[in-house]
T-cell receptor, first 112, second 112 residues
Framework: KQEVTQIPAALSVPEGENLVLNCSFT??????LQWFRQDPGKGLTSLLL?????REQTSGRLNASLDKSSGRSTLYIAASQPGDSATYLC???????????FGAGTRLTVKP | DAGVTQSPTHLIKTRGQQVTLRCSPK?????VSWYQQALGQGPQFIFQ???????QRGNFPDRFSGHQFPNYSSELNVNALLLGDSALYLC???????????FGSGTRLTVV
């Protein structure tokens, strides 16, 4: 059974810092991994989608990497801003299974 | 291009009642998945609909049922509501899981 873990559970940084969020998964048989952002009480906004054959994806100040063999992904946020404050969730789509599995998320606070 | 639309945004029901939540997928998407997100946790897969059939189901009781219409929109029905059913219910649509999922803003259900 696929298990997804995110570390740390919460992170508080001053504005301008570069930071890394971690995601690990137990089964490497995945189609892809997706990073989402969730503001309090809101839905999920897709940030980056990495296919299993890819090593990384970039969008603006965000860069996500995927090491399928070790079951790890990282989300790198450059030059953090207060508007980046939110919960970040990673999710994996397993092979031959439509049950996308989520981690519990990392709650990020960026202080002005 | 409209994204995933969910209604209503908030709902308060009494224990034992029944509720119906609605979802319109993103244009071009034919698959709808439903997730339950308890406070402080990642979303949990309820079920997925494709071609008007339930394609896969997560670990949820039969009180949770759904439907997909010919226009790909979907409903989630929950019978005999329990206090523990209070959560954010998220709808996600996709064309194929390999392309990732697009989520709606969710319906906040409170059972009192």
């Amino acid at each position: 059974k696929q298990e997804v873990t995110q570390i740390p559970a919460a992170l508080s940084v001053p504005e301008g810092e570069n930071l890394v969020l971690n995601c690990s998964f137990t089964d490497s048989a995945i189609y892809n991994l997706q990073w989402f952002r969730q503001d309090p009480g809101k839905g999920l906004t897709s940030l980056l989608l990495i296919q299993s054959s890819q090593r990384e994806q970039t969008s603006g100040r965000l860069n996500a990497s995927l090491d399928k063999s070790s079951g790890r992904s990282t989300l790198y946020i450059a030059a953090s801003q207060p508007g980046d404050s939110a919960t970040y969730l990673c999710a994996v789509s397993p092979y031959n299974n439509n049950d996308m599995r989520f981690g519990a998320g990392t709650r990020l606070t960026v202080k002005p | 291009d409209a994204g995933v639309t969910q209604s209503p945004t908030h709902l308060i029901k009494t224990r034992g009642q029944q509720v119906t939540l609605r979802c319109s997928p993103k244009s071009g998407h034919d698959t709808v998945s439903w997730y339950q997100q308890a406070l402080g946790q990642g979303p949990q897969f309820i079920f997925q609909y494709y071609e008007e059939e339930e394609r896969q189901r997560g670990n949820f009781p039969d009180r949770f049922s759904g439907h997909q219409f010919p226009n790909y929109s979907s409903e989630l029905n929950v019978n005999a509501l329990l206090l523990g059913d209070s959560a954010l219910y998220l709808c996600a649509s996709s064309l194929d899981s390999i392309y990732g999922y697009t989520f709606g803003s969710g319906t906040r259900l409170t059972v009192v």
